[in-house]
């Protein structure tokens, strides 16, 4: 059987732990405020002949140092055999969203962009061209 771990990283309320669970259908804690994820939540979802882990990670801005909750995504990120990451971005905070990215991006981890939160976006007369995001990320959005 093939294995797989993959992150779920973000901003903290971007709907990394709804991913999860919608994923796997596993509890994951969900809240509308920061700080509910400050540890690793894991669970697993088979797919024909691969097991996939999924980590979900404490929330972050950036991969600083600063907080603990940094800390723990960024060991996890740069300590942990990975396969990838799946960036949870909020799609009315874009531009914020995109800076933890880059950074994962610029470590050359394989990462997927998925865009949360986009109903909310287009009310508020957000447009975002998903094909030029991937074209100039050059990942699957």
């Known amino acids: ?63 600083s140092h600063k907080s603990e909750e940094e800390k723990i995504t960024e060991r996890t990120l740069f300590k942990e055999k990975i396969d990838g990451a799946v960036v949870v971005i909020d799609s009315t905070a874009l531009e914020r969203g995109l800076y933890t990215a880059l950074q994962i991006l610029e470590a050359e981890i394989p990462v997927v962009v998925a865009l949360n939160f986009v109903e909310e976006a287009e009310k508020k007369g957000i447009k975002i061209d998903i094909d030029k995001l991937k074209k100039f990320l050059n990942v699957p959005v």
Do not use: W
């Open 1 to 63: 059987m093939n294995r797989i771990k993959i992150l779920l990283v973000g901003q903290p309320n971007v709907g990394k732990s709804s991913l999860l669970n919608a994923i796997v259908g596993s509890k994951v804690i969900v809240s509308n405020y920061p700080g509910t994820t400050v540890e690793l939540s894991k669970a697993k979802k088979k797919i024909e002949d691969t097991e996939i882990e999924f980590i979900d990670t404490p929330g972050i801005y950036s991969l």
